[in-house]
């Protein structure tokens, strides 16, 4: 060795690692290089490709699959099914579901006793019912055509001295029977204690031996025809008809 040369220094480990690096093979051994970038440009090119293809396979056979003949329709979001529809059927139903009939009206709009009267709500039972003073232009349509005799059985009586001017009535007990209704017939009687009138006809008579043609007012049934029984009162007085008028009020 020259002695002006000076010794060389074996060299360190990270130096060897820095030339490997920078392509020094060390040695000349060949380095491959792999071009990292490159590749995972590649694969997400190759996903993009794959994705597209993916949704075009699938638009297809949605498509080809709403025109087959036979296919169900399919429902929109915004669309709610039927209530009927959406039940499972019974296995053990052979007959269809009917649908139950809409109820009928509990009440009917009428006038009190004239076309003019306060408005109020009432069910069929009571504009239909004798004396009731409920109007309502359809009411022989409604209620069946023309009051029925009505038949009143009389508990008590005044005596009667035949006096023409004399004004009777009838106030019902709230009692009856399948044949009629319990009344006291009273003579000359505050209003007030009345439930029915008894209606003069245009002669001034009140009581008759048959059916009188009892004037009705239109529209309601607060007039309806009756048939007095007295044989509680005065067994074997014959029958009398009289007109009655029912008393609600003014």
Not at 116 to 125: D, K
Request: charged share 15%; glycine share 8%; hydrophobic share 35%.
């Amino acid at each position: 060795m020259d002695a002006t040369t000076p010794p060389e220094r074996p060299p360190r480990p990270d130096e060897d690692l820095i030339r490997f690096h920078n392509g020094d093979t060390l040695d000349n051994i060949p380095i491959v290089q792999v071009q990292a970038r490159r590749r995972w440009k590649d694969i997400a090119v190759a996903a993009a490709v794959l994705m597209v293809l993916g949704g075009c396979v699938t638009a297809i056979v949605t498509r080809s699959g709403s025109k087959m003949p036979g296919a169900a329709p399919t429902a929109s979001v915004s669309e709610k099914p039927s209530a009927v529809g959406s039940l499972p059927a019974s296995p053990s139903s052979t007959q269809p579901v009917q649908a139950a009939a809409p109820a009928s009206p509990s009440c009917i709009t009428v006038h009190f006793k004239a076309a003019t009267g306060p408005v109020s709500c009432q069910p069929v039972s009571a504009i239909c019912a004798d004396g009731a003073p409920y109007f309502i232009p359809q009411i022989d349509e409604l209620c069946g055509g023309f009051p029925t005799l009505q038949t009143v059985h009389l508990l008590s009586m005044p005596q009667v001295g035949g006096d023409p001017g004399a004004n009777y009535c009838i106030a019902f007990t709230g009692s009856g029977s399948d044949t009629g209704r319990d009344g006291v017939l009273l003579m000359n009687t505050p209003h007030y204690q009345c439930s029915a009138d008894i209606l003069p006809d245009s002669q001034g008579r009140k009581f008759f031996s048959s059916v009188p043609s009892c004037q009705l007012d239109p529209g309601t049934r607060m007039v309806y025809p009756a048939v007095l029984d007295f044989r509680t009162v005065a067994p074997g007085t014959a029958p009398e008809f009289v007109c009655l008028m029912g008393n609600d009020g003014a």
